[in-house]
């Protein structure tokens, strides 16, 4: 198999795979640290947002637990006195107001720091890693793209990197509230040692139940995470895949196939949603438990004597908020399932080690066409040959028609022209320079393919044309011109400003091939290569098309033409016949045809009609 291989894979396990299974608890420890690693990897690139969003979460933290004090104070020095005397003292009044509204607003600083800077991080983080995983789709050889359906790429560059980053919202807040909660368990125990022991046998019981709320919940969320993959790659399928769909009446059945997926993620979401709404109830009734419970061992010791008032409110209320950090850590462990999910899909794509390996050579310039050489070129797909031992030379300004059965390796040659992959075995050299030879960048300035499906963007002509590229209306005309295209683009409403719609759906299959040839035409390649580039076409365009490459009118490019007509082969200097992979015969069409019957017949049956022709193709 070819050096470019990548052995790194992103799809996801088939359903009932062990991956799917319910978590084992070795699982379950390492989803949790390997949760804490993942936001570990988010704080060391935003270091200064997260302390921002820390320091707003300790802040709230540290006021909540004041505010108990505040009203603990209150409550002796004002809320007694005044049962006990009648009456309130005007400036304690005033005290107890100032003191309530500066921690209300200082808590207000804090929650506006602390959700300010938790989703500057969470969506920085998201526009990163969008960034880095789209970089390297473009990165990764042909082979791999091969090997990963589109929509897998979408679901890993959009819900795999929400889901990634869903834990840096509450990571802050569940940071603040472990502060909270060592403050209020310190108060705690000074105000009421025993209150306090009594209140704190709430902590054992939630801990209980959010470790038994994780573990019939982690395995729910993670399958339901794999689950959204896989419906969007359905539905993306469906859609790339719409006139067929249409054409040939499968809506019910696609519909199906969709459905099926839909009711699966809305089954196991559904089970997540019942898991909560089981444990969120006794998560929240547990401290009020607790509470009643304080209320009540306190009035007992209010009336003993053995404690007073303030302290057995301030206890309560202290309670009642250190719940609230058990929860909020849960919640943030809650995440860590799917996040954990979410970033393997990720760091899949971007660990695979499928980019190709490049030199150093620059682009090697010539007034004409490329000397192309390919010696002893092998490739297997799959360890399946597909290429045995390839030899031909293309002279500069030259042209060259691969003639071949179907799957006979025509495509998979003319890729390798253009490196979208690299040979096994074998060299492929332009002007003496082995291709993987040359820098990054510098063989799109010498070589250029057409593929037989043309693609277009959802652009104008113009910008289909240039690509962006400063170029003047006349250059455009120009190659337009040599494509046998300009006749049909001046008849459309806007000309060059005519918008396309998305792949050029306006236009037709032909018209489509004849833009993707300007494009590739306006590069002014020294090499260019033709894969059946131009089958849509009528055959006198065709001939036209081909006529005017071969007169110089794309400045003495060097032409390697996958083709099928036989006047279109009669164009062409020599004919490479190639048969399962290997080079059977060169030379001049009118010699291979004289000479060679299986290429006559081959090159004949193109020219008959359908039945006869699949008799000789096979
Ligand atoms: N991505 C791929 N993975 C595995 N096998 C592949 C892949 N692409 C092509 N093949 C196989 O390689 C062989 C050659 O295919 P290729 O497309 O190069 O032939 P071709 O001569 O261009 O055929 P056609 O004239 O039908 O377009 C075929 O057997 C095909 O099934």
Request: no cysteine; glycine share 8%.
């Amino acid at each position: 198999m070819s050096t470019t291989t990548s052995e790194a894979t992103t799809s996801p396990p088939p359903s009932g795979s062990p991956a799917d299974a319910p978590a084992a608890p070795a699982r379950r420890a390492s989803t949790t640290w390997a949760g804490f690693r993942v936001l570990g990897v988010a704080v060391r690139r935003e270091p200064w947002v997260f302390a921002l969003s820390t320091v707003g979460s300790v802040l709230f933290a540290v006021l909540t637990v004041a505010d108990a004090w505040v009203l603990g104070w209150s409550t002796d020095h004002v809320v007694v006195p005044a049962f006990e005397n009648g009456e309130i003292g005007a400036s304690m009044l005033w005290a107890v107001v100032a003191l309530f509204v500066g921690v209300a607003l200082l808590r207000a600083v804090g929650i506006v720091a602390r959700r300010l800077g938790a989703g500057i991080m969470q969506y920085r983080m998201q526009a990163h890693t969008r960034r880095e995983v789209t970089r390297k789709y473009l990165e990764l050889p042909m082979e791999w793209h091969q090997r990963h359906p589109t929509g897998q790429l979408l679901s890993n560059a959009s819900s795999d990197v929400e889901a990634a980053w869903a834990p840096i919202a509450p990571f802050p807040m569940a940071l603040g509230t472990v502060v909270m909660m060592v403050i209020a368990v310190v108060q705690m125990l000074a105000a009421d040692l025993v209150l306090a022991l009594v209140g704190l046998l709430v902590f054992p019981a939630v801990l209980v139940a959010n470790v038994v709320y994780q573990r019939l919940a982690s395995p729910l969320m993670t399958r339901a995470q794999r689950l959204r993959a896989e419906v969007a790659e359905v539905a993306h399928e469906s859609f790339d895949g719409a006139m067929v769909v249409k054409t040939l009446g499968r809506e019910g059945e696609e519909t199906a196939r969709f459905a099926t997926k839909v009711e699966e993620l809305r089954e196991v979401n559904t089970r997540a949603g019942r898991v909560r709404a089981a444990f969120d109830p006794v998560l929240a009734a547990l401290p009020n438990l607790g509470v009643l419970v304080v209320l009540a061992v306190g009035v007992a010791r209010v009336q003993s004597g053995a404690t007073d008032a303030g302290d057995v409110v301030t206890v309560a209320y202290l309670l009642t908020i250190v719940s609230f950090p058990i929860r909020a850590i849960g919640w943030l462990l809650g995440e860590f399932p799917r996040s954990v999910v979410g970033y393997e899909r990720t760091r899949a794509v971007l660990e695979a080690t499928g980019s190709m390996p490049h030199g150093a050579a620059p682009a090697p310039d010539g007034a004409t066409g490329a000397h192309l050489t390919v010696e002893g070129v092998e490739y297997a797909y799959d360890e399946t040959p597909v290429l045995r031992g390839v030899d031909f030379e293309a002279a500069p300004g030259h042209s060259v028609a691969v003639v071949g059965s179907t799957a006979s390796g025509k495509s998979t040659l003319t890729q390798l022209l253009a490196r979208l992959m690299d040979p096994d075995a074998g060299t492929i050299r332009i002007d003496g320079v082995d291709l993987r030879d040359l820098a990054p960048g510098e063989l799109s300035r010498v070589v250029a393919v057409v593929p037989q499906t043309a693609f277009l963007f959802d652009d104008t002509v113009r910008g289909n044309v240039t690509l962006g590229a400063d170029v003047s209306d006349d250059e455009v005309w120009s190659v337009l011109r040599t494509a046998q295209a300009e006749e049909f683009v001046r008849a459309l409403p806007l000309g060059l400003d005519t918008p396309l719609g998305e792949r050029g759906t306006s236009l037709s299959g032909g018209q489509r091939q004849r833009l993707s040839l300007a494009r590739a035409l306006l590069r002014r390649p020294r090499l260019l290569v033709l894969d059946d580039a131009t089958s849509a076409v009528d055959p006198e365009v065709e001939q036209r098309i081909l006529a005017s490459l071969r007169s110089g009118a794309a400045g003495d490019t060097t032409l390697v033409v996958v083709a099928y007509r036989k006047a279109t082969i009669a164009l062409a200097d020599e004919v490479v016949h190639l048969e399962n992979g290997r080079v059977v015969d060169r030379g001049p069409h009118a010699d291979l045809l004289a000479r060679n019957a299986s290429y006559a017949r081959l090159v004949n049956a193109y020219e008959q009609p359908r039945a006869a022709a699949e008799e000789v193709l096979g």
